[in-house]
C-alpha cells in the first residue's frame, strides 16, 4: 500500500461507454498527476493538478477528462474512447516544491473492445 | 517534453548474476530517482539521488549521481527471481517543485 489507491484495478468498457477512474491519496500532498503506460512505450504524461489548479495537459484528446475535486481526489473521465486507448493508466501525487519523487498507485489496466 | 534515455532495454540473467544500468539525458538535472515497477503494479521508488557524484545503497542496489550531472548508474549485485520488474530512471531540472522526467525503462528478467 502506497498511500495512493486506485479504483478500478482492471476496466473493460466498449468504444461507446462513459466511464471513470478514480485516484485517492493520504499522503498529504498537494500534487497529482495521469500517466498512461502503453506496452513498449515510455510512460506519458497526460494531466498535472497543483493545488487542484490543472497546469499541464499534455495534448490529450478530449475523450479524457480530468477532474480534481480537491487535493486529495482525481479523476479521469472516460467517454468513446478508441482500441489505441488500452493501457495501464497510472495516477501520482507529489508535495509541490519537493525533490523527493513521486508516489505512484497500483494503476488501472483499460480494455477498449 | 525531456526524454531519459536509459540501456539496455531488456536484460535477460541467471539468477545470482550482477546487474548495470544507466540512463542519460541532454540536459543537467539536480536530483536523479530510480523506481521499480513490478508485473501489473505502478512504480515504487528505490533510490535518490541529490548531489552529482552521490553513491547510495538500499540493500543490494547502488546508484551513483554522474558527475556531469546529466547521467545516472543502477548496480543490483546477486540477482534474485523477486528482482524481475521494469526499472526507470527520473530527473528533476531544479530543486524547486519542476516536474520528474521518466526513462524509457530496463525490463529485467532473472532465470532461476
Known amino acids: 500500500e502506497t498511500g495512493v489507491t486506485q479504483t478500478p484495478r482492471h476496466l473493460v468498457m466498449g468504444m461507446t461507454n462513459k466511464k471513470s477512474l478514480k485516484c485517492e491519496q493520504h499522503l498529504g500532498h498537494n500534487a497529482m498527476y495521469w500517466y498512461k503506460q502503453s506496452a513498449k512505450k515510455p510512460l506519458e504524461l497526460m494531466f498535472v493538478y497543483n493545488f487542484k489548479e490543472q497546469t499541464e495537459n499534455n495534448s490529450v484528446p478530449s475523450r479524457f477528462s480530468p477532474e480534481c475535486p480537491n487535493s486529495s481526489h482525481l479523476f479521469l473521465h472516460l467517454h468513446t474512447l478508441q482500441p489505441e486507448d488500452s493501457a495501464l493508466y497510472l495516477c501520482?501525487?507529489?508535495?509541490?516544491?519537493?525533490?523527493?519523487?513521486?508516489?505512484f498507485g497500483s494503476g488501472t489496466r483499460l480494455t477498449v473492445v | 517534453g525531456q526524454q531519459l534515455n536509459q540501456s539496455p532495454q531488456s536484460m535477460f540473467i541467471q539468477e545470482g548474476e550482477d546487474v548495470s544500468m544507466n540512463c542519460t539525458s541532454s540536459s543537467i538535472f539536480n536530483t536523479w530517482l530510480w523506481y521499480k515497477q513490478d508485473p501489473g503494479e505502478g512504480p515504487v521508488l528505490l533510490i535518490a539521488l541529490y548531489k552529482a557524484g552521490e553513491l547510495t545503497s538500499n540493500g543490494r542496489l547502488t546508484a551513483q549521481f554522474g558527475i556531469t550531472r546529466k547521467d545516472s548508474f543502477l548496480n543490483i549485485s546477486a540477482s534474485i527471481p523477486s528482482d524481475v520488474g521494469i526499472y526507470f530512471c527520473a530527473g528533476q531540472y531544479s530543486n524547486t517543485g519542476n516536474q520528474f522526467y521518466f526513462g524509457t525503462g530496463t525490463s529485467l528478467t532473472v532465470i532461476p
Open positions: 501520482a501525487s507529489s508535495q509541490d516544491n519537493s525533490n523527493y519523487g513521486y508516489t
